[in-house]
């Protein structure tokens, strides 16, 4: 089978590149550099999905797309709805058999700007008539791992404790995302999750006694409105779908360094 990944060198992507290389498919990565870190055998194909270009190369004569793409962090997810319709546009042109959109579960529970983007691109796809599968999956280890490391030098943190998260693997959803791109297109998907559900002042509190550092007092942030209310409410989390093993505490053991 022969896969266009986006978000290739992402947290996910990467995980997804090596797994399909594994199995024997041929993988192709977009990519907005001009000439991104692969392994070897992997495709580079530049373009900016955001502006629409480099796109119809791309997909040309792909089995399946794995759209794992967004612009995270302070961009809150700006310009993926874009990106999203102009590569479904592609696809569908190019006769694409099978598009997977990994997206985040809760979105449509909580009214976060930037889950209401990702929302807003699983319609998309949904609405594109490309023979699709969308996975929801809970938040990536090492996308928490990166929020807590920026909190290593600094004495006390200001947290809001009671926000509940349920960390997984994003190998192990990667691992997930491969058998369903080996299966026909399933739409909606069952949600994937970790296998706890923690509040982030426990997350907090263990990763600072495995790894020996990080602050030493963590004071509670009261924070208002709705979205804040379904974060603590763990809106964000499928307790009944907790298929991911590798627990909180073992990743942060991993990632010591």
């Known amino acids: 089978?022969?896969?266009?990944?986006?978000?290739?060198?992402?947290?996910?992507?990467?995980?997804?590149?090596?797994?399909?290389l594994s199995r024997g498919h041929e993988v192709r990565v977009f990519s907005r550099r001009d000439s991104p870190s692969l392994p070897?055998?992997?495709?580079?194909?530049?373009?900016?999905?955001?502006?629409?270009?480099?796109?119809?190369?791309?997909?040309?004569g792909v089995d399946a797309v794995l759209h794992a793409a967004s612009n995270t962090g302070i961009g809150l997810g700006r310009g993926d709805a874009k990106g999203t319709t102009a590569l479904c546009a592609a696809a569908k042109e190019a006769g694409v058999r099978h598009l997977l959109y990994v997206s985040i579960v809760g979105i449509d529970r909580i009214p976060f700007g930037?889950?209401?983007r990702k929302l807003a691109c699983e319609r998309l796809v949904v609405e594109s008539g490309i023979p699709h599968t969308i996975l929801r999956a809970t938040q990536?280890?090492?996308l928490l791992a990166a929020a807590l490391r920026r909190l290593d030098p600094?004495?006390?943190a200001l947290l809001p404790v009671s926000f509940r998260f349920q960390p997984v693997a994003s190998e192990e959803v990667a691992a997930r995302v491969l058998?369903?791109?080996?299966?026909?297109?399933?739409?909606?998907?069952?949600?994937?999750?970790?296998?706890?559900?923690l509040t982030l002042g426990t997350m907090a509190r263990s990763w600072r006694e495995v790894r020996g550092r990080g602050p030493r007092w963590i004071v509670p942030l009261p924070l208002p409105g709705r979205a804040a209310a379904a974060f603590r409410e763990g809106r964000n989390t499928c307790p009944g779908l907790a298929s991911g093993v590798t627990?909180?505490?073992?990743?942060?053991?991993q990632a010591r360094g």
């Open 1 to 20: 089978m022969r896969v266009l990944v986006t978000g290739g060198t992402g947290v996910l992507g990467r995980h997804a590149v090596t797994r399909l």
């Open 40 to 60: 070897s055998g992997v495709a580079a194909f530049r373009g900016d999905l955001a502006k629409g270009t480099g796109i119809a190369p791309a997909v040309e």
């Open 114 to 116: 930037y889950y209401q």
């Open 140 to 142: 990536f280890h090492e």
């Open 154 to 156: 600094l004495p006390v």
């Open 179 to 197: 058998e369903l791109l080996e299966h026909p297109p399933s739409g909606r998907a069952p949600d994937f999750g970790g296998p706890e559900v």
């Open 247 to 253: 627990t909180w505490a073992s990743y942060s053991r």
